[in-house]
């Protein structure tokens, strides 16, 4: 058969292109169907904003991110305890302004740079947790759009300036743990944006202006720690927006109102250590909400028995025309509840014969009714279990992991002591209980270090049946829950007396993770000692976490100081010899020699007659 024959007139067939080839031919193809759009112009900032930024960069000594186009990136480094950061807004154009400038945690930062006042943009402006002192300056007033300002945790003072009235878009000012002094600004009654106010832990005066009924858009008010004239509590506005509500220690006195404020959406009230007085039923609005804190003041009248719940935490401590019965409370049904101080009856509740220790505290009829035996010595470790030590004798320090919720106490009738606590942070479920596996140095009692009790408000330990006399307190504390650049204060008292205010546990131990204890002496004459320590708003709010705040102690021991008899004589003084001391040494030396001599010759006689005598007498 012949081969086929070819046509030489028709094209020769190509051979097929390869894969890759194909793609990347059909990759063009895709392209050049898509419309084209020049790419994107790189935004830059303005050339005062960058300037000023430049300046006050360089004032604190910080070199984060590009100073000369700061808008220009989205790489600020930074943490939750320490920020430095800009933001901006470029509504369109390619020239932006900054708006948002934070710069917190960061302690080498002690003055505020005038040309920060030349960001005449700024929304947001948050210098908190730093170390800033002076006073505010007026050039505050350029920053008319602010509707953002913190500046709590520095060392700032002197008087809120008036020259920031003019800031009427504040919508959060936090100006908290600082030092600025005189009468509360009444300007601020008209910042009506605002829905967060925090103002405590300073030394302002009083009294809170009655205009601050105008500010209906609040959700948050926080205030507190006020001297000088006292309050009316008729400046709280009618406001559905408000869940959160703290006057701690503002100095509000008089009636509570018969038509309280309505306020339908309250969850946290703190009225804790002012003067108010009136029916405590005048307080039944706010049974809803999860917190309420009334302690320390003057309410009277019969525990309303709604209020007796699990869903709501309740101080009433310390209102002492309190009465009425405590409910009969199920095992099973955890209340949380304090109630010291007050008069009402615990005969009906679940374990009543325990707290007839409580009438103690209440200093009626303290006697041996109350309590078994007289004690002299006490010890705890405090947010941990039971631990015994020996210096030289055995100490036995007792468990104290009772959790107390957001207000309670307990009651060990063993040992015949008391634990009572309030407090809670707003916004977050705080811990009663701290701890930590890392190993604490510089002590011999190390496992006492590494667990604490800690409170958002305030601590009490009773000690109940001393013996009337001296003693020695002992407070253990070691910070191991904040590190720089956060800091724990808080205040201490003994037998309702003030031994440390603003107590920093990190300065007092030298370091994170350190001990120190406090020792203290103090006389007990009606079998009671009483330990309080609390929280004066000062000191940081939220480092590592928002609650990390307050009273913390890591354990408490009490006892009688060594009477002078029994302690061992002082040691003589050690003194160079005298001329006659030298001769008598020497002629006691020579005296001595000569007896050592005259017993080493007649050992030495007496051995060699012996010797004779066996020599001429061999048989004997």
């Not at 210098?127 to 505050?140: A, K, R």
């Not at 878009?169 to 009506?192: C, K, R, V």
């Not at 339908?264 to 405590?280: E, W």
């Amino acid at each position: 058969m012949l081969p086929p024959q070819v046509n030489p007139c028709l094209p020769t067939p190509m051979a097929p292109l390869p894969l890759p080839l194909l793609l990347a031919l059909a990759g063009l193809a895709v392209a050049a169907a898509q419309p084209f759009f020049p790419p994107p112009q790189q935004q830059s900032t303005d050339a005062s904003d960058a300037a000023a930024l430049s300046a006050v960069f360089q004032r604190w000594g910080l070199r984060y991110g590009p100073t000369v186009n700061p808008c220009g990136t989205r790489d600020w480094p930074g943490s939750f305890a320490r920020n430095a950061s800009v933001g901006c807004s470029c509504d369109g154009s390619p020239v932006c302004r900054i708006t948002h400038l934070n710069v917190t945690g960061y302690w080498n930062l002690t003055e505020i740079p005038p040309e920060l006042f030349n960001l005449t943009e700024l929304v947001s402006l948050d210098l908190s947790n730093n170390n800033l002192s002076g006073s505010i300056p007026p050039e505050v007033a350029n920053l008319s759009k602010l509707e953002t300002w913190h500046f709590n945790n520095n060392q700032l003072s002197g008087p809120f300036p008036n020259e920031s009235s003019p800031l009427r878009n504040l919508q959060s000012l936090w100006m908290f743990d600082n030092y600025i002094e005189g009468l509360f600004p009444e300007f601020i009654a008209n910042f009506t944006n605002l829905t967060d106010l925090r103002i405590y832990g300073m030394k302002l005066q009083g009294p809170i202006p009655k205009q601050f009924s105008n500010l209906i858009n609040l959700k948050y008010l926080m205030l507190g720690d006020l001297d000088g004239a006292n309050s009316t509590i008729d400046f709280i506005p009618d406001s559905a927006n408000l869940s959160i509500l703290s006057l701690r220690k503002c100095g509000i006195v008089g009636q509570f109102p018969s038509t309280p404020p309505t306020l339908p959406n309250l969850t946290y009230l703190d009225l804790r250590s002012n003067n108010l007085s009136g029916q405590l039923q005048l307080l039944l609005p706010y049974k809803s909400s999860r917190y309420l804190y009334a302690g320390d003041n003057d309410f009277s009248g019969r525990l309303p028995a709604e209020f007796v719940q699990p869903s709501l935490a309740l101080d009433i401590s310390y209102n002492p025309f309190i009465n009425g019965l405590l409910p009969n409370n199920p095992t099973d049904r955890k209340l949380s509840l304090n109630y010291i101080g007050t008069a009402i009856d615990t005969s009906r509740a679940i374990n009543s014969e325990n707290l007839t220790l409580l009438n103690c505290l209440h200093m009626k009829e303290c006697n041996r009714k109350y309590y078994t035996n007289a004690i002299t010595s006490f010890a705890v470790n405090c947010g941990g279990k039971q631990t015994i030590y020996s210096d030289p004798l055995p100490i036995t320090f007792d468990d104290d992991t009772t959790d107390l919720g957001a207000a309670g106490f307990h009651v060990n009738t063993s040992m015949q002591w008391v634990v009572s606590h309030v407090g809670s942070d707003p916004f977050r479920e705080s811990p009663r209980f701290v701890n930590t596996s890392q190993v604490i140095l510089g002590t011999d009692m190390p496992e006492l270090y590494q667990t604490a009790r800690t409170s958002r408000s305030a601590l009490w330990y009773y000690i109940v049946g001393l013996s009337t006399g001296k003693y020695t307190v002992q407070l253990f504390f070691a910070e191991i829950v904040i590190e720089k650049p956060g800091k724990r204060l808080f205040n201490i008292d003994i037998q309702d007396r003030n031994i440390k205010t603003d107590f920093d546990i990190t300065k007092e131990a030298g370091g994170f993770r350190r001990p120190t204890n406090i020792t203290y002496e103090v006389t007990v004459v009606n079998s009671v000692l009483k330990i309080h320590l609390h929280w004066n708003g000062r000191g940081t709010c939220c480092i590592p976490y928002e609650g990390a705040y307050g009273p913390l102690v890591s354990a408490i021991r009490v006892f009688r100081p060594e009477s002078p008899n029994n302690s061992p004589p002082p040691a003589r003084p050690v003194s160079a010899p005298s001329n006659d001391d030298k001769r008598r040494g020497v002629v006691a030396g020579i005296a001595a020699l000569c007896i050592a001599a005259a017993v080493i010759s007649s050992s030495v006689v007496y051995l060699w007659w012996k010797w004779v005598a066996l020599v001429k007498h061999p048989n004997a």
